[in-house]
């Protein structure tokens, strides 16, 4: 497949957003790894489905109602422009679903978590446990951190001497281009409109590193043989499954623990991900040193903060 025909795959469809403040497109990751798909592998097991919880248990008997908030994005939640959901929360839920014995799933819009599971849905994937409300987060199928990617074979993490006076591409505002601005670090700062266009740049050699939420970084990558993981510059936080009411969460539990073990949790997410390593404490770029807080203005100083009313520089009268 031509680098050309990539490009075009990547640039032509509709997504539901970027993680981590990054906007970027999709890729169909089916086109580049030899992975099945988890629909693959529920068709082999559909047979032997039997519900392993009570259907008082759930808002709709025979089905696993899925919340999938409204904030969630690539590659967790890909919304194509005819209304087609996939990525790894998709995949995820039918595999739990599998193994809660539901041969139904059906997906849910959600804005609030506790709101949700009280009237609409049955989980909600894709929380971490301080934006879950009132809810239990069970376990961690993804991980969130500010990743790093470049051209070339490299060991990750790297050191951050690697990235001294490098030319690195990230979209100005995100959060992750906002979190490399707390390491004092000497690079060339290289925005972009959107991740899309910074990896094509790091693929042509206009710039040496993107920086970017790792697991959308590597949905990209995953379109660039030749392009690598690097490290993260914060430790990870686990992403998990938001469930409430002790009977639900029991069988939720035990349901991801078997997708897990049995290799289809490594399914779901190396067909959007690709080799992307779960990421740890261990995941880090080496070397860097946070940037020093400067002190605050002593009361009365010219660099004090202004007293309210005032500006606290000089503007001509209009």
């Not at 939640?77 to 998709?90: K, L, N």
């Not at 961690?140 to 001497?161: E, H, K």
């Not at 972009?192 to 050699?205: K, M, P, S, T, V």
């Not at 990421?279 to 040193?289: D, H, N, P, Q, Y």
Request: proline share 5%; net charge negative.
């Amino acid at each position: 497949m031509t680098r050309q025909r990539i490009f075009t795959i990547v640039a032509g469809l509709l997504v539901a957003g970027g993680l981590a403040g990054c906007s970027i497109g999709p890729v169909n990751l089916d086109d580049f790894i030899g992975t099945p798909s988890v629909e693959e592998a529920r068709e082999a097991r559909r047979s032997e489905l039997a519900p392993v919880i009570a259907g008082s248990a759930l808002k709709e008997e025979g089905t696993l109602t899925v919340g999938i908030p409204a904030t969630e994005t690539v590659p967790l939640s890909i919304t194509t422009a005819d209304g087609v959901q996939s990525g790894i929360d998709i995949d995820l839920a039918h595999a739990l679903a599998d193994e809660l014995g539901l041969s139904s799933v059906s997906f849910v819009p959600v804005d609030g978590v506790d709101a949700a599971l009280a009237e609409t849905c049955d989980i909600v994937m894709g929380l971490e446990p301080g934006d879950a409300g009132s809810a239990t987060v069970i376990g961690g199928y993804v991980q969130s951190a500010t990743g790093l990617f470049t051209r070339g074979d490299v060991t990750a993490p790297v050191d951050a001497s690697s990235l001294s006076g490098a030319s690195v591409g990230l979209q100005e505002g995100s959060v992750s281009a906002q979190l490399v601005g707390d390491f004092e670090l000497d690079i060339v700062r290289t925005p972009f409109a959107n991740l899309n266009d910074a990896f094509e740049a790091l693929e042509q050699g206009s710039v040496q590193y993107v920086v970017c939420d790792a697991y959308a970084g590597a949905y990209l990558a995953a379109a660039y043989p030749d392009v690598s993981f690097a490290g993260t510059f914060d430790e990870p936080a686990l992403v998990g499954i938001a469930v409430s009411g002790p009977e639900l969460q029991t069988a939720v539990q035990s349901a991801l623990e078997t997708v897990e073990t049995g290799g289809v949790g490594d399914i779901a997410r190396a067909r959007w991900v690709g080799d992307l390593p779960t990421l740890t404490a261990e995941s880090v770029i080496t070397g860097l040193v946070e940037r020093a807080e400067e002190p605050a203005a002593e009361e009365g100083s010219e660099d004090a903060e202004p007293a309210e009313g005032e500006t606290g520089t000089e503007t001509p009268a209009e």
